[in-house]
């Protein structure tokens, strides 16, 4: 993902919530919020993903907590290949909004392998038995939360703070999709600071499809299933399982000339265009793209702070002219530049 990819993904964004915001009714809104939540991954990603994760995987329960076992690919994926990872357990709740008219409880799936030879549950395996709404907040999902090794599952994006929130709560594995804006949140961004999070192995750069909803008019193409496909840009793995990539040291092959790296106006460091850039030899604070992240090697590099447009600034030790502005991107020669990511060189 280029840094452009990422702020005309932040502009999306803003187009969406100023519509929201302009939008007279609440029923729209909350209409235009859960849109997008309604995007369905594709085996082929999920297959692409998880293919790393096999031993960490094994011999553990793994839940799904956003995905209609009926319909979700997540439970394909996992019931399918069940044996072969060595799971002792696959659970999935499927969400029903509570509605008056709606008379089908939600349900979930307790899966613990293969009975009867087609490597799939069986509809014995279903329970009709949910007494809420399947919320992934209801104590009925918390109970099987806490029965879970590992959640795997592309969740609600409009509640993604508040679900990743809710992993860290209860202290569990993860492997999620989220959209790459969360990455410049707060919350998430502590996360990556504490290396209590980090993202996938699939490219950042290149996107993925989801299946959308047959009146979704913006799509990509039609799959041999007569599904929607639509591309979002923006969208990333995020994990705290263990990733080879974020144990692989940058090879840094550029010297510090202060000639190509300016400093900013607002903040003590260096402006870093590409994380290609950074040069091996400059011990101060560097301001290198968010897309860094995706490349950040914890005993490589110290992430101090973010300094984004979002308007909260590092807490940097070092870095003492900015204050909590509310565009809080650098400044060169008094022109904003891009969200940057602070970081110094382990030495
Ligand atoms: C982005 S879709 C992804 C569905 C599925 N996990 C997949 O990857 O194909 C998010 C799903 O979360 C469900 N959902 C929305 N709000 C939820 C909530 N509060 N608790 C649990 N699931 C929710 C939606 O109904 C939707 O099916």
Known sequence: MTEKHLMSAEEDLKVENNFMKNTPSRHLHKAGRSRKDEFYTQLVDIENELKHYKDQFRGKVIFCNCDDPRESNFVKYFSNNFEYLRLKKLIATHYKEANLFAH?????LEYTGDKYGNRMPDPSEFMTKMIDTGDFRSQE??????EADIVVTNPPFSLFREYVAQLVEYN???LIIGNTN????????KLFQKD???T?????NVGMFFIVPDDWELFHHIDENGKKIARVASSCWF???????HKEKLTLYKKYDPKEYPKYDNYDAINVDKYTDIPHDYDGVMGVPVTFLDKYNPKQFKILGMSASAGYSADVVGIPKIGRLKDARPLINGKNTYARVLIKIRK
């Open 104 to 108: 089908e409880p939600p349900y979930k």
């Open 141 to 146: 999902c918390i109970a099987l939360l806490k």
């Open 172 to 174: 569990k594995k993860f």
């Open 182 to 189: 969360a990455l410049t949140y707060k919350e998430t961004f």
């Open 196 to 198: 209590q999070i980090r």
């Open 200 to 204: 996938g192995y699939t490219n950042f």
């Open 239 to 245: 994990t705290n399982l263990e990733v080879e990539k």
